[in-house]
């Protein structure tokens, strides 16, 4: 992903238009039928079987706590493989739905956060407290993690693609927060130089949705 000096209002009110227009409340059903039109088009028993494993995870685990649901949706997608959107799409930025990212078992940091987030959301965690969050590393690379809020007073814990441990940011020296959204808006940090090209960000998601939509 690119930075850009933005404004982070505009990018709010957008945000709020568009979503306006389409709610997660069926998170569920959505994302599983999708999942079983896909399974009818792929007869690869490795791709059945990661679906099986998916709505398997999402069914029967919607009373666990949501510790327990954290560890589970983190170390389900971490099985998957890192590669590069020109790679995996031949794009140089590309947000997969956790459809597309199942059936390729690959994608970025990007397309973690997003299966991720989704899953939880369809695992009945609230959205409020789920963010797609973009950190710097310590070599300075840019990384998206997803950031899960146990409460509104505590501190966040993090979801990495690059480790099972579920910790909190204060426990991860080795990221710089710098911005981060989900359904409902997007935050940044204080004095944050590097602020998200907004008009990018709600492009790459837009889509995303609208092949959920669609498919």
Known sequence: MNNHRSYASSFILLLILFYSNFSFSHQTDLLLAQANRKINSFHDKETTQRFNEWEKLIYHNVNKTPSEKLTLVNNFFNKMKWAEDKTLWNEKDYWATPIE?????????????????????????????????????????????????????????????????????????????????????????????????????????????????RN
């Open 101 to 213: 990212s199942l059936i390729k078992n690959a994608g970025d940091c990007e397309d973690f956060s997003i299966a991720k987030y989704f899953t939880l959301l369809a695992m009945d965690i609230p959205e409020k407290k789920l963010r797609i969050t973009y950190v710097i590393l310590d070599n300075q690379q840019g990384h998206m993690v997803l950031f899960y809020y146990p409460d509104k007073d505590k501190e966040p814990l993090v979801l990495d693609n690059m480790r099972n441990e579920i910790i909190a940011k204060s426990n991860r020296p080795d990221i710089r927060y710098l911005f981060s959204f989900n359904d409902s808006g997007l935050w940044l940090r204080d004095n944050n130089t590097m602020q998200p090209n907004e008009k990018n960000i709600i492009k790459k998601w837009s889509q995303m949705i609208n092949r959920i939509k």
